[in-house]
């Protein structure tokens, strides 16, 4: 029988000096930083260690950021005000600049970029009737290569460039009417409900958009996940503005065109204004009487935060989810059924008042190298989690990998929060006036490699206990 669901409380909190919104948690493709977005035309770069503020990106935009997209070793961002900004992390100032214009400057609401490539790609918000997903060549970026203008008729919300189509379509070699497969397709989708595969190198639309959906519900975001069952299936997900989750199995037609399959639906009720009742034994910690007093003996979701396939998949394709509460708790949920979601875990806000969140939580990342969950809410706090302190491990819906024997001491060696060698950084901080008003050091060079909420591990045994685990829980997309 499965371990009851673990309960958990953050490695380490942070709260940034001006307290804004942390609307996306993205990782630096260089060092060993979070860059945080927020409503504000700036970004901030943070340790993913210590979760301190190292130093703000700005100088590229006038209007709110709305997506943060890293390829490669290139950091990039758009806004409202219609500007695409490649960032310098060294000198922390914009690198390239591009501005959207379709007969005049156009908010850009999505982004992805292929540096193998040499594309931008960039979706807007929806002006005079239309929205656009313009593509741009990274060497020479002064107009665009091509418009697609008629895919979506709202503003995008999402954008990603799919893995080699080979590697989830083996027939992909063979020839369809339309002939060969494109080695890459784009995933977009929008508010107005449409999620759409198109060949991302064809400029004329009509032969570019491979096939669509329409879930007839506002999209808020997408992506994509491999499920390694026997009939080994890439899948695509897709959030509502209603807290609804539609998955998708891509597949192949009998022409051998591309098509989504076995489309499945996950109400918003299997997510929030759930009541849920946390396990009374977690982590061994010192609480005072009061702090024991207000211990949490009951939770209700308010919302859904986001699906987290990168934690796990059950072996019907659902993927993990994670719910949140006003107060600043999180539920993490696996698929348990057809058409049912349970708690896996709890990560609660406390015990003390430096830890863990205390408002609605507005971003999620999972660092599936290092095992490693950050958080941001609307208070301005950045949270940690180490997987590896879990007292149980996580429940992810499959009986293959949840009642596996060999692994039950995977992550529970203890019942105590793990006691983590860490290494101390030899950086220092050079800190100008403005940056200590603002609280914002200025650091050179990488930041701990090890630390409370990245751990290294001298234990071999337990680490290819570990490897084996992550490998059986998700792909590598």
């Not at 499965?2 to 953050?10: D, M, R």
């Not at 919104?21 to 927020?38: C, E, F, G, R, V």
């Not at 850009?108 to 929205?131: C, Q």
């Not at 009742?277 to 949490?296: D, R, V, Y």
Request: charged share 25%; aromatic share 6%; hydrophobic share 25%.
């Amino acid at each position: 029988m499965p371990a009851p669901p673990s309960l958990t409380y953050a490695t380490i909190s942070s709260s940034l000096p001006s307290k804004p919104y942390i609307l996306s948690i993205t990782p630096s493709p260089t060092n060993p930083h979070l860059i945080l977005s927020h409503p504000g035309p700036d970004l901030t770069i943070c340790d993913n260690q210590t979760l301190q503020p190292v130093e703000r990106l700005q100088g590229g935009h006038q209007g709110n950021v709305t997506s943060v997209s890293v390829d490669q070793d290139s950091l990039w961002s758009s806004a409202k005000d219609g500007f695409i900004v490649r960032w310098d992390e060294r000198s922390r100032r914009p690198g390239t600049l591009i501005r959207a214009t379709v007969r005049k400057p156009i908010p850009v609401t999505a982004l992805t970029v292929s540096s193998r490539d040499h594309l931008v790609i960039g979706g807007t918000e929806l002006v005079s009737a239309e929205s656009h997903i313009i593509f741009w060549d990274d060497r020479n970026n002064k107009q665009p290569l091509y418009l697609h203008s008629s895919t979506h008729s709202d503003d995008i919300t999402h954008l990603s460039i799919l893995p080699l189509t080979q590697t989830f379509l083996p027939s992909s070699s063979s020839s369809s009417t339309n002939g060969p497969l494109p080695e890459h397709l784009l995933l977009s989708s929008s508010t107005d409900g449409l999620i759409a595969l198109s060949n991302l190198k064809e400029s004329d639309e009509d032969e570019a958009v491979l096939t669509t959906e329409n879930w007839n519900q506002s999209i808020a975001d997408s992506g994509y996940y491999l499920h390694k069952s026997k009939n080994q299936k890439m899948k695509l997900w897709s959030r509502s503005d209603m807290d609804q989750i539609q998955i998708w199995d891509i597949g192949q037609n009998h022409e051998g065109e591309i098509e989504l399959q076995n489309q499945v639906e996950y109400p918003s009720s299997s997510f929030k204004f759930k009541s849920f009742k946390p396990p009374k034994q977690g982590p061994s910690i010192t609480q005072t009487a009061t702090e024991e007093f207000e211990s949490k003996v009951q939770l209700q979701s308010d919302y859904l935060i986001d699906v987290l396939p990168s934690l796990g998949i059950s072996k019907y394709g659902g993927p993990i989810t994670a719910s949140g509460t006003n107060e600043g708790d999180i539920i993490i949920q696996h698929h348990s059924g057809l058409d049912s979601y349970s708690p896996s875990s709890y990560f609660l806000s406390g015990p003390s008042k430096s830890r863990g969140h205390k408002d609605v939580i507005r971003s999620i990342y999972h660092d599936v190298t290092n095992e490693a969950l950050y958080t941001g809410s609307e208070d301005g706090i950045l949270s940690g989690w180490n997987l590896n302190s879990l007292s149980d491990k996580l429940l992810v819906g499959d009986d293959e990998i949840d009642l596996s024997g060999d692994e039950d001491q995977d992550m529970s060696d203890s019942d105590e929060e793990s006691e983590i060698v860490t290494e101390e950084s030899d950086d220092k901080s050079d800190e100008s006036d403005d940056d200590d008003l603002m609280g914002i050091s200025k650091q050179e060079g990488e930041g701990p490699r090890y630390g409370p909420i990245i751990g290294g591990s001298s234990n071999k045994a337990e680490d290819r206990r570990k490897e084996k685990r992550k490998e059986k829980r998700f792909g590598p997309y």
